[in-house]
């Protein structure tokens, strides 16, 4: 763990110092303090030295926090959060993961992969949301043949530590109480905007219904002109590339460039073992909306590329509308953050499956799932 925490703080380095080089050589000025604001076109920075701005525009691009519930113990030393987990340089013979969501799995298969015994203490009835149930019943079952153990409908109630030093975890489950013993347990319920110390209230700036982030439009401007908000603090998606985007949507906005953002085209990956992907439309909102569907499957174990892996897990399946064109697609298998791309690329143009059907993918690659799954839009799998 050393080792891997060491890399890791290295090229997460690496990547700080990329884009300070990059604020340098575009001479943006940066001033590290904390930013609140005045009114409407007035801000103030708390630094060295306390700086007052007016603006033209203004971009609010202060992400997000780790969630933190209230449950009794959650400050307890044994019981830390995905910040801490991160820089946790001696590995665990056990741990508990309180939340079944994205943030959640990807720690527990990295832990499972490491010879950690991992139990996961979900209040749904099911692992992540975001996914379709089929998809969600698969990493389910890959899960407990890793030997990872699930408690789903359960509701954690208090953190403990026992005598000899380990954390108890107490939860509810069926009208019963239950207790999970390990040597460290997880919080991993997810992320909230960062809005403290904002002084939003000394704005007209107005948050979301649910007052968890700040409220935008698909220009990505908040209620108060030429003020927008980008990322994770307008909380419409929580991830990366989605803020990035978002982030040159309000640009393009401000220089005259009338631009909305569509939340349809964001891909979104779960870095699990195997890996989770999906764009676009799910199967299971196109079947409550009742939209007029067609799906397109296709199992990695048709794969030559996949057999030679080793990773014959998983499959992708392809969804086209009533008029052929591409609206959603989930990989769930090996190299599935790359293969997502293709299928964004089709919603993004609006593409229909012939599009992908004409394409030619080189031999033996993953990537072939993605044609195999298209083809079985029509004419059917090749290699199945």
Do not use: W
Request: charged share 25%; with cysteine.
């Amino acid at each position: 763990m050393p080792k891997i925490v060491e890399r890791k703080d290295k090229i997460v380095q690496k990547l700080r110092d990329g884009v300070s080089y990059l604020m340098n050589k575009n001479h943006i000025e940066v001033i590290k303090g904390t930013a609140s604001f005045i009114d409407n076109s007035h801000v103030k920075i708390s630094a060295d030295k306390e700086y007052h701005y007016s603006f033209n525009d203004c971009i609010i691009a202060t992400g997000s926090k780790v969630s933190k519930p209230s449950i009794p113990g959650i400050d307890l030393p044994v019981v830390m959060d995905s910040t801490a987990a991160l820089s946790l340089v001696k590995l665990p013979q056990s741990i508990t993961i309180v939340g079944g969501g994205v943030i959640g799995l990807e720690f527990a298969f990295m832990y499972a992969n490491l010879g950690v015994k991992v139990t996961i203490v979900e209040f749904l009835d099911h692992l992540i949301s975001c996914v379709d149930c089929d998809i969600a019943d698969s990493i389910l079952k890959i899960e407990e043949d890793r030997g990872i153990k699930i408690e789903l409908s359960s509701k954690v109630t208090s953190f403990s530590k026992s005598l000899t030093g380990e954390a108890i975890v107490a939860f509810e489950k069926d009208g019963k109480q239950n207790y999970c013993v390990s040597e460290k347990v997880l919080v991993a319920i997810g992320r909230q905007s960062r809005l403290e110390d904002l002084a939003l209230e000394n704005t007209s700036i107005r948050l979301n219904e649910r007052g968890r982030g700040i409220s935008v439009d698909s220009h990505m401007e908040t209620n108060v002109k030429h003020i927008y908000a980008v990322g994770d603090c307008n909380n419409i998606i929580q991830l990366a590339h989605a803020a990035a985007e978002e982030g040159m949507i309000a640009v393009k906005n401000i220089v005259g460039e009338k631009c909305e953002f569509d939340k349809s085209k964001i891909p979104s990956v779960i870095f699990t073992s195997p890996e989770i992907a999906t764009v676009g439309l799910l199967e299971d909102e196109a079947r409550k909306k009742g939209i007029p569907y067609k799906v397109g499957k296709f199992s990695y174990v048709g794969n030559g590329k996949a057999l030679t892996m080793g990773e014959t897990e998983g499959y992708v399946k392809i969804i086209k509308n009533e008029k052929d064109i591409i609206i959603g697609g989930s990989v769930i298998g090996a190299d599935a953050s790359s293969l997502i791309a293709p299928i964004a690329l089709c919603i993004t143009n609006g593409l229909t499956d012939e599009a992908i059907d004409k394409t030619v993918f080189a031999h033996p690659t993953t990537s072939e799932v993605i044609r195999e799954a298209s083809l079985d839009l029509s004419l059917g799998s090749f290699n199945e």
